[in-house]
């Protein structure tokens, strides 16, 4: 199967000042988030990416517009609504200080699958969404890519913790044990049988060994978990 690269959008403004941008318009990357960008643009490099599928937000687009120029935009780039931020409704706009005198803050913390912001959307709804589009995004690559090829989503801290915790079976009121930095990449690769999470909130070093083998080498089955270890990706 496919291997989806997760990756979040490098740091804001807002980020660096601690506040909720939310779905507010108009929030790019600062200084540091391009850096952060064209950073992730070399670590992809040696990647034969299949396709990209980003979240409509400006500091998406402006994170994937690095990875694209990189490669002179031979990479199919689809956006995808499902893969947005959170609606967090009464809380966007809103310093994270503030909000943590709000009791509302305490559940987010602890039970977030019974969480709806005001005025917004669950983090329940947040996580089916945005497992569906990534789990439709990769049935469509295998489709049409063939096996084993890398391809990546950009999309925002909370929507890809979601993802994760899919990926991990965890309950949802576990994803806030995740920690999802700007510009991370996180890697998994789904099978007919379950998802294999390959990597977490990796922020520095090699990706090419995510490279699709040249030749296919199997001595179990697709979705079978390698007893004691394995020795690691080729």
């Keep these: 199967m496919p291997t989806v690269l997760l990756v979040r959008h490098g740091r804001t403004a807002a980020n660096a000042a601690g506040v909720l941008a939310g779905r507010s318009p108009g929030i790019g990357l600062d200084e540091k988030g391009q850096a952060q960008a064209r950073a992730l643009a070399l670590r992809l490099a040696g990647l034969p990416l299949a396709a990209v599928v980003t979240s409509p937000l400006q ?35 809103r310093s994270l200080k503030e909000l943590a005198r709000d009791p509302l803050w305490k559940v987010v913390q602890a039970h977030p699958s019974g969480v709806r912001f005001p005025s917004g959307e669950s983090l329940r709804a947040v996580q089916a969404r945005a497992v569906d589009a990534v789990r439709d995004h990769d049935t469509r690559v295998a489709r049409v890519c063939g096996p084993d090829v890398p391809w990546i989503v950009v999309s925002h801290a909370d929507v890809i913790k979601a993802v994760l915790a899919d990926a991990l079976g965890l309950h949802l009121d576990q994803f806030q044990r995740l920690v999802v930095d700007p510009c991370s990449v996180s890697v998994v690769r789904y099978t007919g049988v379950r998802p294999f999470v390959l990597r977490l909130n990796d922020t520095g070093g090699e990706l090419a060994d995510l490279r699709p083998p040249a030749r296919r080498r199997r001595r179990s089955a697709p979705g079978d978990a390698a007893v004691g270890g394995g020795s690691g990706t080729a």
Excluded: F, I, K, P
């Excluded at 687009?61 to 009464?90: I, M, N």
């Design 59 to 93: 500091r998406c687009l402006e994170t994937v517009r690095e990875v694209l120029a990189a490669r002179g935009g031979s990479v199919l780039h689809q956006v995808d609504d499902r893969l947005t931020e959170c609606e967090y409704g009464d809380w966007t706009g």
